[in-house]
Protein backbone atom coordinates (compact mmCIF):
# COMPACT_ATOMS: atom_id res chain seq x y z
CA UNK A 1 0.00 0.00 0.00
CA UNK A 2 1.30 3.28 -0.83
CA UNK A 3 -1.74 5.61 -1.55
CA UNK A 4 -4.97 6.18 0.58
CA UNK A 5 -7.66 7.92 -0.65
CA UNK A 6 -9.77 9.96 2.01
CA UNK A 7 -13.85 10.80 1.06
CA UNK A 8 -15.15 13.22 3.78
CA UNK A 9 -18.09 15.37 3.64
CA UNK A 10 -16.98 18.74 2.55
CA UNK A 11 -20.29 20.09 3.57
CA UNK A 12 -19.16 19.48 7.72
CA UNK A 13 -16.78 22.31 8.85
CA UNK A 14 -15.35 19.99 10.95
CA UNK A 15 -14.73 17.31 8.17
CA UNK A 16 -12.96 20.32 6.27
CA UNK A 17 -10.30 21.10 9.10
CA UNK A 18 -9.54 17.99 9.73
CA UNK A 19 -9.06 17.17 6.30
CA UNK A 20 -6.54 20.42 6.87
CA UNK A 21 -4.80 19.31 9.78
CA UNK A 22 -4.26 15.74 8.08
CA UNK A 23 -2.64 17.30 5.12
CA UNK A 24 -0.23 19.08 7.59
CA UNK A 25 1.31 15.75 8.72
CA UNK A 26 3.78 14.03 8.42
CA UNK A 27 2.45 11.02 6.16
CA UNK A 28 3.66 7.88 6.37
CA UNK A 29 1.63 6.49 3.58
CA UNK A 30 0.69 9.24 0.75
CA UNK A 31 -2.80 10.14 1.99
CA UNK A 32 -5.05 12.54 -1.20
CA UNK A 33 -8.14 14.07 0.81
CA UNK A 34 -11.71 14.17 -1.48
CA UNK A 35 -14.67 15.49 -1.08
CA UNK A 36 -17.33 13.10 -1.26
CA UNK A 37 -20.04 14.18 -3.74
CA UNK A 38 -22.95 12.42 -1.52
CA UNK A 39 -24.23 15.45 1.39
CA UNK A 40 -23.63 13.71 4.99
CA UNK A 41 -21.17 11.02 3.51
CA UNK A 42 -19.66 9.02 6.01
CA UNK A 43 -15.49 9.34 6.12
CA UNK A 44 -14.67 6.64 3.61
CA UNK A 45 -10.62 5.76 3.13
CA UNK A 46 -10.29 3.50 0.06
CA UNK A 47 -6.32 2.82 -0.55
CA UNK A 48 -4.27 1.75 -3.70
CA UNK A 49 -4.64 -2.14 -2.91
CA UNK A 50 -8.69 -1.74 -3.09
CA UNK A 51 -9.36 -2.29 0.37
CA UNK A 52 -11.92 -0.14 1.56
CA UNK A 53 -12.46 1.04 5.34
CA UNK A 54 -15.38 3.55 6.75
CA UNK A 55 -16.24 5.02 9.64
CA UNK A 56 -14.09 4.28 13.01
CA UNK A 57 -11.74 2.05 10.71
CA UNK A 58 -11.41 4.44 7.99
CA UNK A 59 -10.58 7.41 10.95
CA UNK A 60 -7.73 4.45 12.56
CA UNK A 61 -6.38 4.14 8.96
CA UNK A 62 -5.80 7.34 8.21
CA UNK A 63 -4.16 7.53 11.93
CA UNK A 64 -2.39 4.58 10.75
CA UNK A 65 -1.03 6.73 7.51
CA UNK A 66 0.55 9.34 9.91
CA UNK A 67 4.01 9.11 11.33
CA UNK A 68 3.56 10.55 14.94
CA UNK A 69 -0.17 8.78 15.38
CA UNK A 70 0.82 5.57 14.10
CA UNK A 71 0.89 4.65 17.64
CA UNK A 72 -2.35 5.68 18.43
CA UNK A 73 -3.72 3.41 15.22
CA UNK A 74 -1.90 0.91 16.94
CA UNK A 75 -3.69 1.51 20.67
CA UNK A 76 -6.63 2.55 19.54
CA UNK A 77 -7.78 -0.88 17.30
CA UNK A 78 -6.57 -3.29 20.15
CA UNK A 79 -9.80 -5.23 21.27
CA UNK A 80 -9.70 -2.84 25.22
CA UNK A 81 -9.49 0.67 23.16
CA UNK A 82 -11.53 -0.19 19.98
CA UNK A 83 -14.67 -0.21 21.30
CA UNK A 84 -14.20 3.05 23.02
CA UNK A 85 -12.59 4.56 19.68
CA UNK A 86 -15.85 3.40 17.81
CA UNK A 87 -17.88 4.80 20.82
CA UNK A 88 -16.29 8.67 20.57
CA UNK A 89 -16.05 8.24 16.69
CA UNK A 90 -19.76 7.49 16.37
CA UNK A 91 -20.64 10.35 19.00
CA UNK A 92 -18.25 12.96 17.51
CA UNK A 93 -20.10 12.04 13.72
CA UNK A 94 -23.22 12.26 15.86
CA UNK A 95 -22.68 16.01 16.27
CA UNK A 96 -20.12 16.96 14.26
CA UNK A 97 -23.01 19.51 13.11
CA UNK A 98 -22.91 21.23 16.49
CA UNK A 99 -19.26 20.98 17.04
CA UNK A 100 -18.77 22.75 13.43
CA UNK A 101 -21.03 25.79 14.50
CA UNK A 102 -19.63 25.94 17.82
CA UNK A 103 -16.06 26.38 16.91
CA UNK A 104 -16.88 28.13 13.84
CA UNK A 105 -15.75 26.05 11.45
CA UNK A 106 -16.60 26.05 8.01
CA UNK A 107 -17.44 24.22 5.61
CA UNK A 108 -15.92 24.41 1.70
CA UNK A 109 -18.98 23.17 -0.08
CA UNK A 110 -22.47 24.83 0.46
Do not use: N
Request: proline share 6%; charged share 25%; aromatic share 10%.
Amino acid sequence: MRRLTVYYDGRCGLCCATRDWIDRQPQLIRIECVPSKEPGAELTVIADTGEIWEGDGAWIVVLWALRDYRHWAKRLSTPSMLPVARGMFAKLSQYRGAVSCSLGLEPELP
